[in-house]
T-cell receptor, first 115, second 114 residues
Framework: NAGVTQTPKFQVLKTGQSMTLQCAQDMNHEYMSWYRQDPGMGLRLIHY???????DQGEVPNGYNVSRSTTEDFPLRLLSAAPSQTSVYFCASSYRRGASTGELFFGEGSRLTVL | AQSVTQLDSHVSVSEGTPVLLRCNYS??????LFWYVQHPNKGLQLLLKYTSAATLVKGINGFEAEFKKSETSFHLTKPSAHMSDAAEYFCVVSLTSGTYKYIFGTGTRLKVLA
């Protein structure tokens, strides 16, 4: 029962470097998303996807890119890292059942520090 | 537009006393609502969910929440706090009209005093 798998768990970058946070789920969920968590601000939605080939922006998309080529994978790319992107990142997936949405299933989180 | 407001950023209770964490939402459509808990340096765990069935929802660890459409509220309660309940709690709203997404409240940090 892997659920949602995020890698890496920890990463330190220098300003201007690029990197990709990986996210994979094995539950055949159509919905996948990325959040960042900062103290006192809860979880803020970066990007989300409702199926392969479909992505959309959340509340704080600037500086991040996503793609969804398969149902299972939803990588988050930082194009040119900035100190303001120091945060904990969570990937989450979910499903829709009739008129209702299911709960979010979360990865364990990735702690990113940008120096 | 949908949004969710957690009315208290910090709540302190004594062990053995009731817990009330307040959440109000706004949504143009019938929402699904969730409460998650996050213990320090841990991931997020689902406490309970409302998805248009019974308005009183029971969750894990003795928590429950009541969906009140007229008040647009989904407050989280527990009759008797335990030290292990100290954590941050998030109220989450989603809707299913068209493209769907989930929006988090800013969280309520619960402190339990011995």
């Amino acid at each position: 029962n892997a659920g949602v798998t995020q890698t890496p768990k920890f990463q330190v970058l220098k300003t201007g470097q690029s990197m990709t946070l990986q996210c994979a789920q094995d539950m055949n969920h159509e919905y996948m998303s990325w959040y960042r968590q900062d103290p006192g601000m809860g979880l803020r939605l970066i990007h989300y996807s409702v199926g392969a080939g479909i992505t959309d922006q959340g509340e704080v998309p600037n500086g991040y890119n996503v793609s969804r080529s398969t149902t299972e994978d939803f990588p988050l790319r930082l194009l040119s890292a900035a100190p303001s992107q120091t945060s904990v990142y969570f990937c989450a997936s979910s499903y829709r059942r009739g008129a209702s949405t299911g709960e979010l299933f979360f990865g364990e989180g990735s702690r990113l520090t940008v120096l | 537009a949908q949004s969710v407001t957690q009315l208290d950023s910090h709540v302190s209770v004594s062990e053995g006393t009731p817990v009330l964490l307040r959440c109000n939402y706004s949504s143009s459509y019938s929402p699904s609502l969730f409460w998650y808990v996050q213990h320090p340096n841990k991931g997020l765990q689902l406490l309970l969910k409302y998805t248009s069935a019974a308005t009183l929802v029971k969750g894990i660890n003795g928590f429950e929440a009541e969906f009140k459409k007229s008040e647009t509220s989904f407050h989280l309660t527990k009759p008797s706090a335990h030290m292990s309940d100290a954590a941050e709690y998030f109220c989450v709203v989603s809707l299913t009209s068209g493209t769907y997404k989930y929006i988090f409240g800013t969280g309520t940090r619960l402190k339990v005093l011995a």
